[in-house]
Every structure is written in structure tokens, then in C-alpha cells.
């Protein structure tokens, strides 16, 4: 019965998803599900929703009851002639369900007599026995493990590095890279590789390895990646919490400039931050004002512990008292976080959340299934952080870093207003 617990129950963000959206921003790759449909329509529902460029590149084996008996030779087989007969991939990766795993077919032996001038990456992600985050993981070392030869760093004005742990299945990612990169570059640094998100050719992966250092901003996604290219190519890497919050992006980044030995000049990040203080403070303010009757009483969220952490900590050390919740409900799977001046609560099923009263206003950083499960939309601030993403989002809208807080706390504070202007109505 012990083993049970390692077992998680399906769902759209089970492994072959995360796999899938590490393995795909390899450039002209193809992902073919080696499941029965109905797995491959969840996850690259999934996939699509947050990048639709994904589309054209996902097929599926489309397993059957016989299958599961006589073996998945000949549909395998069928379903990489359709691929080939749509594409000239650069890399074909089989991933593998968790019933088809019970199988034990030669997955890359079947696609090496398909063609055995392809290459080819064979995975089991099963959503039983891991989420999203092993799937991106085992994808990312993939990756990592392609790298060839031995490290050629440029003598260049910049000195570089890589950020390990955006994925894009997650919302905002294009704003969160541009903004870590601007950054970044505001103090002398430049990013190599985004590993995950940028669409890199087989034979640009090993440019990875000319970065002075690898920067992990969430364990879960990118640290055994990190791991690999220190094991093999002798490359340092940092682990670091997500860049929320002003002053969490100023730690952040001279975290990574002490690491590279850098004396940075921190006075371009910091009149851009006392300008962004001065605007929020007086919105923040005004709204405490003019609604006094309301109160944040609860912060409701489903993002693993890398991503919630540094978000719950810029909350509160920013000063702002509308941000200052009573109540703080963490899901059962983000880990362990521990505050003594915050009152957390684990939750697994939304019915577990107490009901609001009149007055009262929760924000949910989560995904439109929490929302949906939730419900009381008259009274929850919904912030989309967790995948899947909105089907519709502004693309370069970051939520990390100091343009990042702008625009969540703008996303609140408006927020507010229009709750206030329904209920007038």
C-alpha cells in the first residue's frame, strides 16, 4: 500500500505535458504521444493553450485495447510515417503513457528501423507516477545532456549566463524572460539561453555551454538540468527564488552578480523602482481611502513552493497594507512554507476554503480551474499563474521582476475598482 503514495491521479498536468513542452522548443522537433487519444487530446490541449505554435508539432500513436496486447509496433510505425511525410524534423521524441509503459516495447528500436537517420529521444512520463514539473525536469536534462565538446566562452563587453526553470506552459513566460533579460542587461549581464523557451537548433544547444553560469529560478523545473551541465561541463549554477517584488528583484540580482564577482552599479534599477513606489504607493493608497470597507481576507493559491515563496514574501514586505491578508491557503502539493507571522492553511479541494462574508475579497493565483471550481467571482481577484494558461493573455506582460510587481499590483488594485462598480450597480 506504501507504494500508492507515489502515485498521483491523471490529470491534464500530469508528466507527458511537461515533457512535451521542454522537448518542444527544441526547433523543427516533433512530440509523438505514445498513449491512447484520449491522453494525447489532454495534454496537448493543454500545451496549445499556452503556446499555439505547438500545434502543428504533436501527434499520437493512438493506442487501443489491442495494442495493449499484440504491442505498439505498427501504429508507432504509422504514426512516424505521418510524421515524416509532414515534416523534416530536427528530433522525434516518443513519449510514453503510463498503460503503455506496461508494455515494454523497443520504442527506439521500432523508430531506428523507421528511419535510422533520425534522432531520436524515447521517454515514459506517465501521469501516475509524476506531474508536470518531473516531466519538465526529465525534458530539460534531456536537453542539457545533447551538449557536445567542451566550453569556447567569448571575450565579449558582456559576460553571459543561463536561467533555467521558465517554462512555456506556464502564463506570462514571454514577459517574465524579456523582463529577467532587461534586467539582467541593466546591470552589464547577458542571457545566453532561456533553457525551456528558447527555440534552439540542434546545433545551438551547445552554445549553452559558453555561459559563465546557469541560474535556476525553480528547482522543480530546471535543477537536475543544472546538476548535468555542472557534472559534464564543469558549469556553476546558482539556485535562486523567482524575482517578485522590488526588493526581491534587487536581491535577486545581486545574488547573481556577487556569484560572478561582479561590482554592479544598482542606480538605473533603483530610480526605476523609487519611480514605480511612488505610483503604487498613491493608488494603494487612494484605494484604501475611498473603499475602506473592504478587506483582502484571504490569498488563495496553487503554485508549487518555488513560485509561491518569493510571491508571498514580496507581498508582504511591500508595505502595502491592502496586501496584508488574514488568511493564506497553500494547495497540499506546494511543500512545506513556513512564517510565523502568517497564518497558512493547506487545501486540496476547493470546498475546503471558507465562504467569504459581504466585505470580504480573495485573491486566487491559480489556473481558470480553480476559478471555475470556486466560483464567487464577485468577490476573488483572480490573477492567472498556474497552468494551463488563459487562452488569451497580453504576450510581453511579465509578472516577475520590477515591471512584473507593476503589473500585479496594477491587476489588483483595478481589480478592486470594478468588483466596487458591480456591486453599485
Not at 528511419?115 to 501516475?128: P, Q, R, T, V, W
Not at 522590488?246 to 538605473?268: H, P, R, Y
Not at 467571482?377 to 507593476?406: A, E
Request: proline content about 3%; some cysteine.
Amino acid at each position: 500500500m506504501s507504494n500508492l503514495n507515489n502515485m498521483r491521479l491523471c490529470s491534464g498536468s500530469c508528466q507527458m505535458v511537461g515533457a512535451a513542452a521542454a522537448l518542444l522548443c527544441i526547433k523543427d522537433s516533433v512530440v509523438i504521444f505514445n498513449s491512447p487519444r484520449w491522453c494525447a487530446l489532454t495534454a496537448e490541449r493543454e500545451l496549445c493553450i499556452a503556446n499555439k505554435s505547438f500545434e502543428d508539432r504533436l501527434y499520437c500513436t493512438e493506442a487501443r485495447q489491442d495494442t495493449l496486447v499484440f504491442g505498439i509496433e505498427e501504429a508507432l510505425r504509422d504514426t512516424l510515417n505521418e510524421v515524416l511525410d509532414m515534416h523534416t524534423p530536427s528530433l522525434i521524441s516518443i513519449i510514453t503513457s503510463c498503460s503503455m509503459s506496461l508494455i515494454g516495447d523497443d520504442i527506439k528500436g521500432i523508430a531506428k528501423r523507421c528511419d535510422a537517420s533520425l534522432k531520436f529521444i524515447n521517454m515514459d512520463a506517465g501521469g501516475l507516477t509524476g506531474g508536470f514539473a518531473n516531466g519538465f525536469s526529465k525534458g530539460l536534462t534531456q536537453i542539457a545532456s545533447m551538449i557536445r565538446g567542451n566550453s569556447t566562452k567569448e571575450n565579449d563587453k558582456y559576460l553571459k549566463v543561463n536561467i533555467i526553470g521558465l517554462s512555456t506552459a506556464y502564463p506570462h513566460w514571454e514577459g517574465d524572460s524579456y523582463e529577467l533579460r532587461r534586467m539582467l542587461e541593466l546591470i552589464g549581464i547577458k542571457v545566453n539561453v532561456v533553457l525551456g523557451i528558447d527555440m534552439l537548433s540542434l546545433d545551438q544547444i551547445d552554445s549553452i555551454k559558453d555561459a559563465s553560469l546557469n541560474i535556476v529560478i525553480d528547482k522543480e523545473l530546471g535543477l537536475e538540468a543544472a546538476k548535468l551541465l555542472k557534472e559534464r561541463q564543469g558549469m556553476p549554477y546558482i539556485i535562486s527564488s523567482c524575482p517578485y517584488g522590488f526588493k526581491g528583484s534587487k536581491e535577486w540580482l545581486q545574488l547573481v552578480a556577487t556569484t560572478m564577482n561582479l561590482d554592479i552599479d544598482m542606480e538605473m534599477i533603483n530610480k526605476e523602482i523609487s519611480r514605480a513606489e511612488t505610483m503604487i504607493a498613491e493608488h494603494c493608497s487612494w484605494i484604501q481611502h475611498n473603499l475602506p470597507r473592504y478587506c483582502l481576507k484571504q490569498l488563495v493559491s496553487s503554485l508549487p513552493l518555488d513560485r509561491f515563496s518569493p510571491l508571498i514574501k514580496a507581498f508582504y514586505e511591500s508595505g502595502i497594507n491592502i496586501l496584508r491578508f488574514n488568511e493564506v491557503y497553500i494547495k497540499n502539493n506546494t511543500g512545506e512554507y513556513k512564517n510565523n507571522d502568517i497564518k497558512f492553511v493547506k487545501w486540496q479541494d476547493v470546498s475546503q476554503i471558507p465562504h467569504l462574508l459581504a466585505n470580504e475579497l480573495r485573491i486566487l493565483l491559480a489556473s481558470d480551474r480553480e476559478r471555475i471550481l470556486l466560483s464567487s467571482y464577485d468577490k476573488t481577484i483572480y490573477i492567472n499563474m498556474d497552468s494551463p494558461s488563459q487562452r488569451f493573455h497580453c504576450v510581453w506582460t511579465p509578472l516577475m521582476g520590477i515591471k512584473g510587481w507593476q503589473t500585479l499590483i496594477s491587476s489588483i488594485c483595478e481589480q478592486i475598482i470594478t468588483l466596487e462598480y458591480i456591486r453599485n450597480m
